[in-house]
């Protein structure tokens, strides 16, 4: 199908996916939401139905202005859509911060240990001994009735306005680097400044992944929009792919997180 082309084959799952919700819309003109989206997912969506399409809308909202996680709402092109549509709640919890310390890691397999789905739960911020989530509506009254303690932490989640949603600051750092290939271990050797070795150590330890989803193969090829994060060390991503050198080595825009 040429439609896969322009698309790696692990994702041609998500693409039927998105050409499904897209011809439901066209046939029944009714909206359709969906569950969270990665940054990736949303890249995806985008290009598939877009911002040019004259017979449906794609929205995306995520609670906060600088949401990673979203939900997107593909519309017919004459509805308009507001925030209640998406379905969103902002749940927040208070903890004695002075005694016990959280992380989002902590935050999230709180969670998951419900038995809930990731893609049931956007974004999670932790600040001044507070927990905050975005969460689906579907799920909120269950979570607000099970989840009693994170960590050592006993605490009592309640919905919020969304007015009293942590915004959390996102600033890119961009660079431009040389690289002989585009193979994973290669790229965050430069993006890390790490040694090939240690960059190969942190693939195979499962500590690397691409697109929200672990990799382990060190010869993966990335693309351009690919987003990257290695446990302890933070996210990045590929700008740019931008042509080759004289000695045949590739120019690349790499960003990091901040």
């Given at each position: 199908?040429?439609?896969?082309?322009?698309?790696?084959?692990?994702?041609?799952?998500?693409?039927?996916?998105?050409?499904?919700?897209?011809?439901?819309?066209?046939?029944?003109?009714?909206?359709?939401?969906?569950?969270?989206?990665?940054?990736?997912?949303?890249?995806?969506?985008?290009?598939?139905?877009?911002?040019?399409?004259?017979?449906?809308?794609?929205?995306?909202?995520?609670?906060?202005?600088?949401?990673?996680?979203?939900?997107?709402?593909?519309?017919?092109?004459?509805?308009?859509?507001?925030?209640?549509?998406?379905?969103?709640?902002?749940?927040?919890?208070?903890?004695?911060?002075?005694?016990?310390?959280?992380?989002?890691?902590?935050?999230?397999?709180?969670?998951?240990?419900?038995?809930?789905?990731?893609?049931?739960?956007?974004?999670i911020f932790i600040g001044d001994g507070l927990v905050q989530i975005i969460a689906a509506n579907e799920i909120t009254s269950y979570v607000t009735a099970n989840l009693t303690a994170i960590k050592k932490a006993k605490i009592t989640l309640e919905e919020k306005p969304f007015s009293m949603v942590?915004?959390?600051?996102?600033?890119?750092?961009?660079?431009?680097?040389?690289?002989?290939?585009?193979?994973?271990?290669?790229?965050?050797?430069?993006?890390?400044?790490?040694?090939?070795?240690?960059?190969?150590?942190?693939?195979?330890?499962?500590?690397?992944?691409?697109?929200?989803?672990?990799?382990?193969?060190?010869?993966?090829?990335?693309?351009?929009?690919?987003?990257?994060?290695?446990?302890?060390?933070?996210?990045?991503?590929?700008?740019?792919?931008?042509?080759?050198?004289?000695?045949?080595?590739?120019?690349?825009?790499?960003?990091?997180?901040?």
């Amino acid at each position: 199908m040429e439609l896969y082309q322009h698309f790696r084959k692990e994702e041609q799952p998500f693409i039927d996916q998105v050409m499904s919700w897209k011809e439901d819309v066209e046939q029944k003109f009714e909206h359709k939401i969906t569950d969270f989206l990665d940054p990736r997912e949303q890249q995806i969506l985008l290009s598939l139905i877009g911002e040019t399409n004259d017979d449906i809308n794609v929205y995306l909202d995520g609670g906060s202005l600088n949401a990673e996680r979203r939900r997107a709402v593909i519309a017919p092109f004459y509805e308009r859509k507001e925030r209640e549509v998406f379905q969103l709640s902002l749940l927040q919890a208070s903890y004695a911060n002075k005694f016990v310390t959280l992380t989002h890691r902590d935050v999230m397999g709180a969670f998951l240990s419900l038995g809930i789905k990731r893609k049931k739960l956007g974004d999670i911020f932790i600040g001044d001994g507070l927990v905050q989530i975005i969460a689906a509506n579907e799920i909120t009254s269950y979570v607000t009735a099970n989840l009693t303690a994170i960590k050592k932490a006993k605490i009592t989640l309640e919905e919020k306005p969304f007015s009293m949603v942590m915004e959390k600051e996102v600033n890119w750092l961009e660079q431009d680097k040389t690289v002989s290939s585009l193979r994973l271990d290669t790229v965050i050797k430069e993006i890390y400044n790490l040694s090939r070795k240690d960059a190969a150590l942190f693939i195979s330890k499962q500590q690397v992944k691409v697109n929200f989803k672990i990799e382990e193969d060190a010869k993966y090829r990335l693309q351009s929009g690919d987003m990257l994060s290695i446990r302890g060390k933070g996210r990045s991503k590929v700008v740019s792919i931008n042509g080759s050198t004289k000695k045949d080595k590739l120019k690349i825009t790499v960003a990091l997180l901040k």
